[in-house]
């Protein structure tokens, strides 16, 4: 019930994820990302588990491909998940089991990896790898042209009301996590006015933990 992209900015070596869902809430489970070792998407039928243990193994040294490889070894139940997975280096790997639900696919490049399930198509995830790739921008703007892709590709075979964006750099946090949890409009869209809005402001969110004697004003009534 999701489509998904996981991906690398070969210029900042910032990690993401973006990922859409007619189920609520979908990347409080789905949209893993580690500043300097990757970013995973684990979907279908979700183990939250997948996420943080592919991470484990990437800072640990596993390639995207090793890591793919020893959880479907070691992960219960991996017949039904779904994994998209890029690390330090670029390299991609996924992981969609044979219980995957409904129409399924899966594309990767170099730095990028998209897939999903009950899709309308099986190529929308294709049609994400393309849209990523001919976007310009930041990586939140080119995450948020690969899940247009996806939506004017089909999308999923019923309508979306989740949606989130996970970016990670060169803190310990997340320096964008933005999700619409519902809607019953267009969340994708919602989405990415969310993150017009908030882009402009990442970098002093960051400046604010790091130094606020630096930050910039918080632009808000009564502080001066």
Not at 31 to 60: C, F, I, K, W
Not at 116 to 124: F, H, K, Q, T
Not at 152 to 168: F, M, R, T, Y
């Amino acid at each position: 019930m999701t489509f998904c992209i996981a991906a690398r900015c070969a210029d900042t070596g910032i990690f993401g994820v973006a990922v859409s869902s007619s189920s609520p809430a979908v990347a409080a489970r789905c949209a893993y990302a580690r500043a300097g070792v990757g970013a995973v998407s684990s979907q279908n039928v979700t183990d939250p588990t997948l996420g943080p243990r592919a991470l484990d193994l990437m800072e640990r040294g596993a390639s995207a491909d090793e890591a793919v490889a020893i959880l479907k070894r070691t992960a219960a139940h991996i017949d039904y998940r779904q994994l998209l997975v890029v690390d330090a280096l670029g390299r991609t790997a996924v992981h969609s089991g044979g219980q995957v639900l409904g129409r399924w696919g899966e594309a990767t490049a170099e730095n990028v990896a998209c897939g999903g399930n009950l899709l309308a198509d099986e190529g929308v995830p294709q049609a994400m790898v393309a849209g990523f790739q001919a976007a310009t921008g930041p990586l939140g703007d080119r995450l948020l042209a690969a899940m247009q892709a996806a939506l004017d590709a089909g999308g999923e075979a019923g309508p979306v009301h989740s949606a989130g964006l996970k970016l990670v750099r060169d803190v310990s946090w997340p320096v964008a996590d933005l999700r619409v949890d519902w809607s019953d409009g267009d969340p994708i869209a919602e989405l990415q006015a969310l993150w017009r809005r908030y882009a402009p402001q990442m970098d002093d969110y960051v400046r604010r933990a790091l130094d606020p004697s630096a930050a910039p004003s918080y632009g808000v009534p009564g502080d001066e």
